[in-house]
T-cell receptor, first 115, second 116 residues
């Protein structure tokens, strides 16, 4: 178990640019979640996958955000035409479903700063 | 939609003492799970303790225990014999037991400071 890995750890971009983050879940985990966390707040749900299927997207997620999980392994989160309000920590988590109440395991996050 | 409320933005405790962090939640569901997660500064979030709503017995994990009051929709975390390493942001979280509805819903968090 190498844990959930997220890259990059930090990303600074100019407003209007596109950015892409990657998440590698724990290998046997079939569920993968993306959350956004701003300073001093709790994580806010964005979307989640079971295997390669995206099962739920937050209504708060604008059309500029898109996530994929090809082949049910790693996932990418892309933000197009970034805005200053997108500045936040983006957290990825994974879990193994089908075994009852399994907890989410979180990565270290990607901190995005939009200037 | 479910909501989680943590009414204490910040708490302090003396090393070796006991502290209780509060959490309330709102749901119309009867079956769900509750969690406490710990997020140390600049480090990843880790699970502290979890509780299944159908279990009446309060969960315990070493120095950590919960007081789960289902009727009151309350889920507090008690940390006994506090240690410096307990200093962190603590999040209470709710998760539906529905098969395809089980994302975590987090509260705003409580910063715990431990004084030596």
């Amino acid at each position: 178990d190498t844990g959930v890995s997220q890259n990059p750890r930090h990303k600074i971009t100019k407003r209007g640019q596109n950015v892409t983050f990657r998440c590698d879940p724990i290998s046997e985990h079939n569920r993968l979640y993306w959350y956004r966390q701003t300073l001093g707040q709790g994580p806010e749900f964005l979307t989640y996958f079971q295997n390669e299927a995206q099962l739920e997207k937050s209504r708060l997620l604008s059309d500029r955000f898109s996530a994929e999980r090809p082949k049910g392994s790693f996932s990418t989160l892309e933000i197009q035409r970034t805005e200053q309000g997108d500045s936040a920590m983006y957290l990825c988590a994974s879990s193994l479903e089908g075994q009852g109440n399994s907890p989410l395991h979180f990565g270290n996050g990607t901190r995005l700063t939009v200037t | 939609a479910q909501t989680v409320t943590q009414s204490q933005p910040e708490m302090s405790v003396q090393e070796a003492e006991t502290v209780t962090l509060s959490c309330t939640y709102d749901t119309s569901e009867s079956d769900y799970y509750l969690f406490w997660y710990k997020q140390p500064p600049s480090r990843q979030m880790i699970l502290v303790i979890r509780q299944e709503a159908y279990k009446q017995q309060n969960a315990t994990e070493n120095r950590f225990s919960v007081n789960f009051q289902k009727a009151a929709k309350s889920f507090s975390l008690k940390i006994s014999d506090s240690q410096l390493g307990d200093a962190a942001m603590y999040f209470c979280a709710y998760r539906s037991a529905e098969l395809y509805g089980n994302k975590l819903v987090f509260g705003a968090g409580t910063i715990l400071r431990v004084k030596s």
